[in-house]
């Protein structure tokens, strides 16, 4: 990965939860490549372990923990490791977070007929409340619980600790079929900026990004057919989207390097940046 400018994180320590997935191994790798040491958490050992090797035999400095960013007492025991390895959190990514398909409506709009076909469909009276709680727990109190946990060792620190959450284009307007994601990454949106008030007499920025349209392990199958082609969903975004594609990963990194450093962002605090080629400033006509 080439990065588009560099910042010096030499003798930080970053925590990136969700490190085992596409957008988070991306962010991990930016952070070590600045000098930063990085502890993946990630719910799967063996992809958290995966993102640190290849980072390390990059000659980064990265290792992956377990950690259930649902359970107080699985984060505390990572952030127990981590201190014990690398040292205290100075940056934190809440990067964990995802859908679950019984959270979803099986189509866009209600049509009186769909009531008779709820055994085949799912409708918004037939949502899997369980399902709906998943999806909120995993988005919103994955976020809370880790910086809980690793917030608490960046109270005072001169070493200008840093929080960025993970929202999405959903956060600023919902998009259709998924209600539970949507919400609770409206929910990570309006924490971030309640953190960044509440934080603000210790020395914690806290600010989120949003990420529009990107490919990812988890989405896969909802954008691309069998044969490789875009399914309907995917032409729509993209035809929404007026840079006319999806995101790469790596278009990420830029945003996420400005607001971890101080230098370049030291007083930008309670934003949420969206990257997502337009899609959030285009009214569809």
């Known amino acids: ?4 400018f560099t910042i010096d994180l030499k003798d930080k320590v970053s925590v990136v939860t969700g490190g085992g997935g596409v957008l988070g191994e991306m962010m991990a790798e930016a952070l070590a490549m600045c000098g930063s040491k990085v502890a993946i958490l990630d719910l799967n050992k063996d992809a958290a372990d995966k993102t640190a090797n290849k980072l390390t035999n990059k000659g980064l400095i990265a290792k992956g923990f377990k950690a259930d960013v649902l359970s107080l007492e699985s984060v505390k025991q990572a952030n127990e490791e981590i201190t014990a390895t690398f040292g205290k959190c100075d940056i934190l990514i809440n990067g964990a977070g995802g859908n ?7 189509k866009e709009y209600l049509f009186p007929e ?17 399902s709906i709680k998943f999806v909120f727990n995993l988005n919103f109190i994955g976020t809370l619980i880790p910086t ?10 001169e070493k200008h600790p840093v929080i960025i959450n993970i929202s999405s284009m959903n956060a600023f307007c919902p998009l259709t079929k998924i209600p539970a994601y949507s919400g609770a990454k409206a929910a990570v949106s309006n924490f971030t900026q309640w953190l960044a008030v509440h934080f603000s007499k210790v020395g914690i920025r806290v600010n989120a990004i949003a990420p529009g349209f990107f490919e990812t392990n ?7 057919n069998e044969d490789g082609t875009y399914t309907e969903r995917a032409n729509k975004i993209v035809s929404h989207t007026p840079m006319g594609r999806f995101g790469e990963a790596e278009e990420l ?27 959030n400033a285009y009214s569809g006509v």
Not at 1 to 4: A, D, G, I, N, Y
Not at 101 to 106: C, V
Not at 148 to 157: H, I, L, T, Y
């Open 114 to 130: 769909d009531l008779d076909a709820e055994k085949e469909i799912i409708t918004f009276f037939s949502l899997d409340s369980e």
């Open 253 to 279: 990194i830029g945003t996420l390097l400005w607001l971890v450093s101080n230098e370049a962002s030291g007083f930008v605090n309670g934003v949420i940046v969206p990257v997502d080629g337009g899609f």
């Open 218 to 224: 988890q989405n896969k199958k909802l954008l691309r």
């Open 100 to 106: 679950h398909p019984k959270g979803t409506t099986s």
């Open 148 to 157: 809980q946990v690793f917030a608490k060792g960046m109270v005072g620190s």
């Open 1 to 4: 990965m080439k990065l588009p």
